[in-house]
């Protein structure tokens, strides 16, 4: 990039989120001056893990990096070695605990079978003949029939959305993994971890060398923040860069109430899920099973509860419906038109998994 001008850096990167810290270590590695600056008062974004006397909690909810990709994963493991770990979270429905994701055990489980083909057999005379589904409901009963709907899905999917399935658009769900095997990894990926000493030290390194600051919208003082670089890479709210010109986009947010008990463990697995809809979270976290090396004789719970956003909230899921889609379209359209980087979950309006905004630090043009 050549230099016209004498600001203090060549790239400020607004969001020490993942994105923003891939795109920021790129820069320095190409021996850029960068500044990175965040709103929170710790770096990491949705990543960090805050230190509960040795526990590490994953203070925004599970992480647990998965890929297929061998680039993605050697990358990462190139900046910190990952543990493994194999996600295999437990549905709790009303006090009977099931295996997730849906496979020979939790059919077993559910109906007392011990093979593929009587699993399939149930799961078939269940799916209602449902031939074109006009909502979640019906989607979800022809894909894996009443039981599975009524026990693992229907009352999980209403609190994370917080309406009815009957109300809620058929694609939301394309497909539910069903696995005949007594197999019980929530990921099909090739790869599956956590960084050794957690999100925070792989952050960290991905930070050296930038002059990061914290505590600090930019959108407090956009045009200082404007004349400090050549380049800006935003990685925030995209309708809030362009002022909200076409209309606020939606999210759904999410409470977490973390609980530190005196107790070495309390449930026995990282994650489990509440699918009944009568418990108001949709699951209970208890982060010292993330790491097998963990020595606490305390530990620590995180209950989850989804609700509806509103200003001032921490967005968590973009809304994917007709409205949303269409306004995001329109703030996408706006971006590319400017000369501002926008790159990232807020930025884009789209989930993100980690590893897909990895990828896609790592490939765009800087
Ligand atoms: P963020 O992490 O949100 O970073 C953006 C940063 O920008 C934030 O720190 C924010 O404070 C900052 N910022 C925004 N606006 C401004 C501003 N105006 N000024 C200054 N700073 C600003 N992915 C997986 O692969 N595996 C999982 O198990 C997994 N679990 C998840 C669980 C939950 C509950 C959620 C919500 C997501 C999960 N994800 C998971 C997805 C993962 O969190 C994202 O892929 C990742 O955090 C996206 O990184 P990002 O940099 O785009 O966004």
């Known amino acids: 990039m050549s230099r016209q001008n004498s600001r203090d850096y060549d790239y400020l990167v607004v969001g020490a989120g993942l994105f923003g810290s891939v795109v920021a270590w790129r820069a320095v590695q190409a021996g850029k001056r960068v500044k990175v600056i965040d709103r929170r008062n710790h770096i990491g974004g949705n990543l960090y893990c805050a230190d509960y006397d040795g526990?590490?909690?994953?203070?925004?909810?599970?992480?647990?990096?998965?890929?297929s990709d061998e680039q993605v994963w050697q990358w990462v493991n190139s900046i910190v070695e990952f543990v493994p770990y194999i996600n295999s979270p437990i549905a709790n429905y009303h006090g009977?605990?099931?295996?997730l994701p849906f496979n020979m055990n939790t059919f077993?489980?559910?109906?007392?079978?011990?093979?593929?083909?009587?699993?399939?057999?149930?799961?078939?005379?269940?799916?209602?003949?449902?031939?074109?589904?006009?909502?979640?409901?019906q989607q979800a009963i022809s894909l894996v029939g009443t039981d599975i709907y009524n026990t693992?899905?229907?009352?999980?999917?209403?609190?994370?959305?917080?309406?009815?399935?009957?109300?809620?658009?058929?694609?939301?769900?394309?497909?539910?993994?069903?696995?005949?095997?007594?197999?019980?990894?929530?990921?099909n990926d090739t790869y599956q971890g956590i960084p050794r000493?957690?999100?925070?030290?792989?952050?960290?390194?991905?930070?050296?060398?930038?002059?990061?600051?914290?505590e600090c919208d930019f959108f407090d003082n956009?045009?200082?923040?404007?004349?400090?670089?050549?380049?800006?890479?935003?990685?925030?709210?995209i309708d809030r860069y362009f002022d909200y010109c076409y209309g606020k986009l939606e999210y759904r947010t999410l409470r977490f109430e973390h609980e530190q008990l005196n107790i070495p463990d309390y449930?026995?697995?990282?994650?489990?899920?509440?699918?009944?809809?009568?418990?108001?979270?949709?699951?209970?976290?208890?982060?010292?099973?993330?790491?097998?090396?963990?020595?606490?004789?305390?530990?620590?719970?995180?209950?989850?509860y989804p609700s509806e956003w509103q200003a001032g909230a921490e967005p968590y899921y973009p809304i994917n419906n007709q409205k949303n889609s269409q306004l995001a379209d329109k703030y996408r359209a706006l971006a590319e038109q400017?000369?501002?980087?926008?790159?990232?979950?807020?930025?884009?309006?789209?989930?993100?998994?980690?590893?897909?905004?990895?990828?896609?630090a790592l490939q765009i043009e800087l």
């Not at 000493?197 to 930038?210: D, S």
């Not at 670089?229 to 935003?234: E, G, S």
Request: proline fraction near 3%; aromatic fraction near 12%; glycine fraction near 8%.
């Open 55 to 67: 526990v590490a909690v994953h203070n925004y909810g599970p992480h647990i990096f998965h890929t």
């Open 152 to 187: 693992l899905i229907k009352g999980y999917t209403e609190k994370q959305w917080g309406r009815d399935c009957s109300e809620l658009p058929a694609d939301i769900i394309r497909r539910l993994p069903v696995r005949f095997t007594y197999d019980n990894n929530y990921f």
């Open 96 to 99: 009977k605990l099931y295996n």
């Open 267 to 304: 449930q026995g697995v990282a994650v489990m899920n509440f699918t009944d809809r009568e418990t108001p979270y949709t699951r209970i976290v208890e982060h010292r099973h993330f790491d097998s090396s963990c020595t606490a004789e305390h530990t620590v719970i995180t209950r989850e």
């Open 108 to 137: 077993h489980q559910l109906w007392g079978v011990t093979t593929a083909e009587e699993a399939q057999q149930k799961i078939e005379s269940q799916r209602g003949g449902i031939t074109n589904p006009q909502n979640l409901e």
């Open 338 to 360: 400017s000369t501002t980087i926008f790159g990232g979950r807020l930025a884009e309006y789209r989930y993100y998994d980690m590893h897909h905004i990895v990828k896609k």
């Open 197 to 214: 000493g957690g999100y925070n030290e792989f952050i960290a390194r991905l930070l050296v060398g930038a002059d990061v600051e914290l």
């Open 222 to 237: 956009r045009e200082h923040w404007e004349g400090v670089a050549d380049k800006i890479v935003y990685t925030g709210e």
